[in-house]
C-alpha cells in the first residue's frame, strides 16, 4: 500500500499520546490535519483504529496491531537518524568494530583505552569474530572496522603489530622435541576454518607432516587452563603467556615466522572512523 510515512508517524503520536492535541503539539500540525490523516489510514487499510469516547481515545483492537509495530520501526528509525547525525561530528558517535581474541588482546584494547582517554565521547561496539568472519562482515558494511590476525591476503590491509608464536607445554611435556615428535603429540588449538589453523597446518605439511586438533577451542583464552592440565601442547602468541608457573615454552626446529595484527578500514567513510584511524597511524610512527 502507497501510505506515507508521515502519515503512520502521526498516528504513531496520537496513539501513544492518547490524544489528538498533545500530537498535535508534537508534530507542530493541527487537530484538524490528524483528524484527517486519520481518517485517509482507515480508509486506506478498511480497518478502525480509534474510539473516541467521552474521557478521550482509545485503540481498537486493530490499532493496538497498528501501534505495537509502529513503535517498533518508528523507534529504530529514530536511531538510525541519531547514528547518522553522530557521524556528522568528531567527538560523538559509534565505531564498530570487528576483532579476533587474538588481536584485541595484543593491541586493540590497549588502542582502545589510550584512545578513549583524549575522546571520551566515542563509544565502541566490539565483536568477537575469527579472521574469515571478520572480513566477510566488513565487506557487507557491517562494521567499520576490522583487526584480524596474518597470514591473509588483503590488499586493503594495514600492520599495526607484529608478533611471535611460540609453543607451550604443561609439566607432562619436555622442553624440546624433534619436528616429528611434535607433530605426534597432542595438541590444543582453534578450529580448522581459522587463519591460525591453517597457517600451523601450513607449516607442519610443508615439512610432509600433519597438523591435528585433539582438543578444538573457540578462543584463545580457552588454550592455557588445558595446557595447564597437560591435555596438549598448543601454539599461542608469546606475549599472552604470562606468569603462568605450570606451563613452559617448547623448542623445536619449526620455523615459526612474525605475524602481524592487522587493521582493515571498510568502505563508508565517516568523520569519527577515520580520527580514530588517524590516531593509530600517529601511534605506530617511528620515534
Keep these: ?25 508534537i508534530l507542530l500540525t493541527s487537530q484538524p490535519n490528524l483528524s484527517r490523516i486519520v481518517r485517509i489510514l482507515e480508509d486506506t487499510l478498511n480497518v478502525k483504529l480509534l474510539n473516541r469516547e467521552k474521557n478521550g481515545l482509545s485503540l481498537t483492537d486493530e490499532g493496538i496491531i497498528l501501534y505495537q509495530h509502529l513503535n517498533i520501526a518508528i523507534k529504530e528509525i529514530e536511531n538510525a537518524e541519531d547514528i547518522l547525525s553522530d557521524r556528522l561530528k568528531e567527538d560523538i558517535g559509534i565505531i564498530r568494530i570487528g576483532t579476533t581474541e587474538t588481536a584485541l588482546n595484543l593491541y586493540l584494547a590497549r588502542i582502545l583505552m589510550e584512545y578513549h582517554n583524549i575522546k571520551p565521547n566515542i563509544r565502541f561496539k566490539i565483536t568477537n569474530y575469527n579472521t574469515i568472519d571478520a572480513i566477510k562482515v566488513l ?91 597437560n591435555l596438549g601442547i598448543a601454539f599461542i602468541p608469546k606475549s599472552l603467556v604470562k606468569d603462568y608457573n605450570m606451563i613452559h615454552e617448547i623448542k623445536t626446529d619449526l620455523d615459526l615466522k612474525e605475524r602481524q595484527v592487522l587493521m582493515l578500514k571498510g568502505n563508508f567513510e565517516n568523520r569519527i572512523t577515520n580520527s580514530f584511524i588517524n590516531f593509530i597511524k600517529d601511534e605506530n610512527k617511528p620515534n
Design 1 to 25: 500500500m502507497d501510505i506515507s510515512y508521515d502519515y503512520y508517524k502521526a498516528f504513531y503520536y496520537i496513539a501513544r499520546e492518547k490524544s489528538f492535541t498533545k500530537a498535535a503539539s
Design 139 to 229: 565487506d557487507l558494511n557491517l562494521i567499520d572496522l576490522a583487526f584480524v590476525t596474518s597470514p591473509i591476503k588483503n590488499n586493503n590491509s594495514k600492520k599495526v603489530l607484529e608478533f611471535k608464536d611460540i609453543i607451550i607445554g604443561g609439566s607432562n611435556f619436555n622442553n624440546s622435541y624433534s619436528l616429528t615428535e611434535l607433530s605426534k603429540l597432542p595438541k590444543i588449538g582453534l578450529s580448522s576454518n581459522t587463519v591460525s589453523y591453517k597457517y600451523y597446518s601450513d607449516l607442519f605439511n610443508e615439512k610432509g607432516l600433519s597438523y591435528d586438533i585433539d582438543i578444538e577451542v573457540s578462543t584463545v583464552s580457552e588454550i592455557i587452563p588445558l595446557v595447564e592440565k
